[in-house]
Each structure stands twice: as structure tokens, then as C-alpha cells.
């Protein structure tokens, strides 16, 4: 169950990213109510729950949300590491083999809505020293650091001197 109190935020970003954090792909969205009714003498009359959907308005809103189309705080942020194992439900970040510098450092991507529910990160790194090997891609939230959004081991993508990669996330909610 959502609970909306006011217009508080936070209360909502905790959730998404609660959800995001679960589902980790195609993040499907439902919401449930229940409807209670209660009679003047305290007695339950009925008390049911219902599962609904989230409209077109709100998955846009979602997307907004967690992409953060001001480009603050959002799930844009790109990471590339050279560790080949594919981060795990309670990783926070792609361990410590994040590269930190030399063109290939996390770096925020520019965020582009897409249909409904539907927004991208996309960046292009140019490696700009030794040889590089990239094999696991991350997705972060607000700065970067020790907040995973979504993460994948990729095929390994051998960067030599001046060699590109670009790299989109596409994020997609849809109600369930």
C-alpha cells in the first residue's frame, strides 16, 4: 500500500527506489487501497482491499522522478568497471574496481524521456590513456557513490587509447 501524506517527497522516492532496488529491470508498478467502512457504533461494516493500476500521468511522473529530468539527484549516473561479475541484490555499487579517471570515470548521462513511463541515460566515454577493459556497467542515483540503481556484467569491451563506448540505460515503468 501507497500511503501519500501531503506532498512529501521523500516518502515517495524512498518507495520507487525501494522498488527499483527489488525488481532491478522493468520496474512494473501497482498500487493496492483498501476501503474500510466503519458504522457510528465502532462496527466493521466491510473492509476490502483492491489492487488498481498507476496511470499514464503517473508512470510519466515516476519517470521524472527517478530520472530527475533537472539532471539533480536522478538515476543517471553512469559507471564502468573491469570486475566481470554481475552485481548481486544488496550490492551498493559495482565493487572497487570502478574506473575513477582517464575519460572512463562515473560520469552523470544526459537523460531524454522516452514514451510513457520510459526515460534514458546515455553517455559516451573515450579512453584517454592505456588499454582498458570494461565488463560490468552500473546505473546510480543523486551522486553516484554506493547507490546502485541497476547494474549488468557485459561482454568485455577491450578500450584501447582514443576507443569509444556508449553506453544507454533505458529505465521503463509500466503498471502491473
Known amino acids: 500500500m501507497i500511503n501519500w501524506i501531503g506532498n512529501k517527497r521523500i516518502q515517495v522516492n524512498e518507495w520507487v527506489w525501494k522498488c527499483l532496488r527489488q525488481y532491478r529491470a522493468n520496474c512494473g508498478i501497482g498500487a493496492d487501497v483498501q476501503v474500510r467502512h466503519i458504522r457510528a457504533d465502532g462496527s466493521i461494516a466491510s473492509d476490502r482491499k483492491y489492487h488498481n493500476i498507476v496511470v499514464n500521468g503517473g508512470l510519466n511522473y515516476l519517470r521524472s522522478l527517478v530520472g530527475n529530468d533537472t539532471g539533480a539527484g536522478g538515476a543517471l549516473w553512469i559507471n564502468l568497471s573491469s570486475n566481470a561479475l554481475a552485481p548481486g541484490a544488496a550490492d551498493t555499487d559495482l565493487l572497487a574496481t570502478i574506473y575513477t579517471a582517464n575519460g572512463l570515470q562515473r560520469a552523470v548521462g544526459a537523460y531524454a524521456a522516452g514514451g510513457t513511463g ?48 556508449q553506453i544507454t540505460w533505458t529505465c521503463t515503468f509500466s503498471s502491473v
Open 118 to 165: 520510459v526515460y534514458t541515460s546515455y553517455k559516451e566515454f573515450t579512453n584517454a590513456d592505456a588499454q582498458h577493459s570494461v565488463k560490468s556497467v552500473g546505473l546510480t542515483y543523486e551522486d553516484g557513490v554506493n547507490k546502485l540503481l541497476a547494474g549488468v556484467a557485459v561482454t568485455e569491451a577491450l578500450l584501447e587509447v582514443g576507443d569509444k563506448l
